[in-house]
């Protein structure tokens, strides 16, 4: 039977987005499984490694790498090094080693959406990496390593920095666009090629012998952070966590606020929410930095994430190593109030 509608008639994509999302449960939540929470990890683990098309397990016994050039800080040495992650997919980086460690632990540096990528972390020019370029935000994440006696890994990620697409002559505004649809057509995502990225950056690190027995941290701000928050999900050698203005609920960020396609995943709210994912990390030091004024990941997308990340913390007995700090700014590091965090856990851990 015919019916006749009423107006305002629903036109936007989005509002019926909405809609859908707001009966949405995610099967796989922490939330609604009372018991073992790590026994419910592994069953975490394996579904999100599966969604964003990633098994960093299974990878080659072999790194081809090769040192590229080297240099002085005022806190230690920085040397640019080439890693082969898979066929056709070189990955250049900073290991940045300090005059004097306080921890044998290192630190992997990601930066968000960037054209100046990985060198916005040692503050340095891309095309003259002598000349200084004021990373703005506390960006220099690399830098704050070595100042507090820790070492840096800083990885240039898939579509940032000298890894821009530069053979595809048509390409979307931004950064990511191709790249990230591309991957989508071949069943994989670019945050699990970032995140396996990551894990041929651990191969590195363990061959290297400066560093082969180090602890791993990873950091990031903004996209650079939520690749620390699904590589420390994804890889038990990462032993600290600190993303930075990227964490909180997908329902508010992700699928609130207009954001760049490579941080989508295919049906992952049919199963898992952010917190979720992060969960995955516990019992290990975590320090979540957000902004308090951030328009990317509003706080009120991070502070209940944040609760329900903190209560596997704390069936776990670990509720003292789950921080959250929050900045007075927008979206960009805090390192002073970040690291007064995370610090004690890194000399103490
Ligand atoms: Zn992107």
Not at 104 to 113: A, M, P, R, S, Y
Request: proline content about 7%; overall charge negative; some cysteine.
């Amino acid at each position: 039977m015919m019916q006749n509608l009423s107006e305002p008639f629903f036109l936007s994509p989005s509002v019926y987005h909405k809609s859908l999302l707001k009966d949405l449960k995610p099967a796989l939540a922490f939330g609604t499984r009372p018991g073992d929470a790590a026994a419910h990890q592994k069953t975490v683990r394996k579904k999100f490694a599966e969604l964003i098309a990633c098994d960093p397990a299974v990878r080659p016994a072999e790194l081809p790498w090769r040192s590229i050039a080297r240099k002085r800080c005022p806190w230690g040495a920085i040397e640019k090094i080439v890693y082969r992650s898979a066929d056709y997919c070189d990955v250049p980086a900073f290991l940045c080693l300090p005059d004097h460690p306080v921890s044998d632990t290192v630190f992997i540096c990601l930066q968000g959406h960037s054209g100046d990528g990985m060198h916005v972390s040692i503050s340095a020019d891309p095309e003259n990496w002598d000349m200084e370029k004021p990373a703005a935000g506390d960006r220099d994440f690399a830098l704050g390593c070595l100042k507090r006696g820790i070492a840096a890994f800083c990885i240039e990620q898939s579509c940032f920095g000298e890894r821009l697409e530069k053979v595809q002559e048509k390409k979307a505004s931004g950064f990511c666009h191709d790249a990230a649809v591309q991957a989508l057509m071949l069943g994989k995502t670019l945050m699990g090629e970032r995140v396996y990225d990551i894990a041929r950056g651990i191969d590195f690190l363990k061959a290297r012998p400066e560093t082969s027995h180090a602890k791993i941290g990873i950091m990031g701000n903004s996209g650079g952070g939520t690749v620390a928050v699904y590589s420390a999900a994804l890889l038990p050698e990462i032993d600290f966590c600190m993303p930075s203005c990227s964490f909180g609920g997908y329902a508010d960020s992700k699928m609130a606020v207009y954001q760049c396609a490579c941080g989508y995943i295919p049906g992952i709210l049919k199963y898992l929410e952010m917190d979720d994912v992060m969960a995955c990390f516990a019992p290990k030091p975590l320090v979540v930095v957000a902004g308090k004024e951030d328009p990317i990941i509003p706080l009120k997308s991070v502070l209940p994430a944040f609760e329900r990340v903190k209560a596997v913390y704390a069936a776990m007995g670990a509720e003292a190593h789950c921080h959250l700090v929050i900045g007075g700014e927008g979206h960009r590091f805090y390192a002073d109030e970040a690291w007064q965090a995370m610090l004690p856990e890194v000399l103490h851990g």
